[in-house]
């Protein structure tokens, strides 16, 4: 609860504070400028899109106002304040960010200003026409000058957030539990990223030790230029005896080679078959294996060719 | 502007800016990593590549193969003509079990075959081989 809050009084002659725990402040009239207006609006967010042009020539023009509209009996008060000069005072008094829970107007409780406060040896607090003012302490008579007492029973009901004041989206809490977050992750992802840059070890050592071997294949050009020439040549040779494994496969009872021809193109073979049932199967033999298969006339031979 | 009255907004973005700042580098590290690996991988197998294809066909042992397709099959059926890393071969008069001894022995010999011609004759073959290393 916010009136369980302790409840400063905030004015220029004020104290340097030292504060343990969240506070409320009241502020004097000294940092904010008020206005009552009697206006055909029902609701405070209405009255306060007025607000503006209600203090037009009124404020200072670089400052940046904010309001606080509130309803008292038939008119509306608007109380307009310049939310960094309070912080920059607040700083400059001790207060530290989470320091201050509300922030309130001495207007606010006008009805709790029932004597003169005193705030300083030439400032006082009085109530006029309604309206909690500043005064000099020379103007009050000695009577006047009562022991008013002021703690958190000035605390009204409504007050300004100061986070929300300050128009941050993150509380004090929120952004130091997604900073902490977000730096846990960075940390990770350095630790991670640190090990990854470690070099990939074992195969760079059998890339040194192959090197040490066989000093001349570091060179890319020389590497490339080898492997072209015995890569062409070790596919072609393969590629022919292959042909040759897979005609000679196609002998059997029945079947003999009659021709084989092997060159750098094309492998060429002829078979004599004893019968037409055994050259109809070496026939799909040999379509199987790829090869064209032509029959020769006359006989049950057949030639096969196979380009490769 | 006053930037106080965004400072908590600033750390957050602050501290959020630094993560995805180390995660890029993890990103970067990651694939800096796997190029270098991808890399001395490849030329590894690039190189025990060259080493095996060179180990078959530039084979110092590979005149000495090649001379034993000479004594495989009686000398009077051979006909034998070597210039340098050439061979021309004629072989007449095979025998079945000789052509496919003859065959297979050449099949494995790792010389570049630059014609190998088998004609049946009669009951016999004829083979011209020609073949260079």
């Known amino acids: 609860m916010e009136n369980s809050k302790e409840l400063l009084l905030v004015h220029t002659a004020m104290k340097h504070v030292s504060l343990s725990e969240p506070v409320n402040i009241m502020l004097t009239p000294q940092f904010y400028t008020l206005k009552k207006e009697i206006l055909p609006v029902t609701y405070a967010y209405q009255a306060k899109r007025l607000a503006g042009s209600l203090f037009e020539g009124l404020l200072d023009g670089e400052g940046s106002y904010e309001f606080f509209v509130y309803k008292e009996d038939e008119h509306w008060t608007f109380i307009a304040y310049d939310i960094d000069k309070i912080i920059d005072f607040l700083q400059k008094k001790g207060f530290n960010q989470g320091d201050v829970s509300k922030i309130f107007f001495a207007q606010q409780s006008v009805e709790e200003f029932t004597a003169p406060y005193v705030l300083s040896d030439q400032d006082a607090l009085v109530v006029l026409d309604d309206t909690v003012v500043l005064v000099p302490v020379n103007a009050l008579s000695t009577e006047e000058a009562s022991s008013l007492k002021f703690d958190r029973h000035f605390t009204p009901k409504k007050g300004v957030s100061l986070e929300d004041a300050s128009s941050s989206i993150f509380t004090l809490k929120q952004t130091v539990i997604f900073s902490t977050v977000f730096i846990f992750f960075a940390m990770m992802f350095l630790i991670e990223g640190s090990r990854y840059g470690g070099g990939s070890g074992s195969a760079e050592e059998e890339l040194q030790s192959l090197y040490a071997q066989y000093p001349s294949f570091q060179s890319t050009y020389t590497r490339e230029g080898i492997v072209s020439k015995y890569r062409e040549l070790d596919k072609t040779e393969r590629a022919k005896r292959e042909a040759v494994k897979r005609l000679s496969g196609m002998i059997f009872k029945g079947v003999t080679l009659t021709a084989l021809h092997v060159d750098h193109k094309s492998v060429k073979a002829n078979f004599s078959c004893s019968s037409k049932k055994i050259a109809q199967r070496v026939e799909n033999l040999g379509k199987k294996a790829q090869f064209k298969v032509s029959k020769i006339k006359g006989s049950h031979g057949l030639h096969m060719e196979g380009t490769l | ?133």
């Open chain 2, 1 to 133: 502007m006053n930037w106080k009255r965004y400072q908590n907004e600033l750390i957050v973005l602050g501290a959020f800016l630094f993560m995805f700042s180390m995660y890029l580098y993890k990103q970067h590290a990651i694939s800096s990593q796997s190029g270098e690996r991808n890399d001395v991988t490849q030329t590894i197998e690039e190189i025990k590549e060259v080493v095996a294809l060179k180990k078959i066909w530039a084979d110092k042992k590979i005149s000495k193969k090649v001379e034993n397709l000479k004594t495989l099959v009686p000398s009077s059926k051979v006909k034998w003509s070597k210039k340098s890393r050439k061979v021309t071969a004629l072989y007449t008069g095979l025998r079945p079990s000789e052509l496919n001894k003859l065959t297979s022995k050449i099949l494995n010999t790792p010389v570049v075959i630059d014609n190998l011609d088998i004609q049946k004759t009669g009951s016999s073959y004829r083979v011209e081989f020609k073949c260079k290393w």
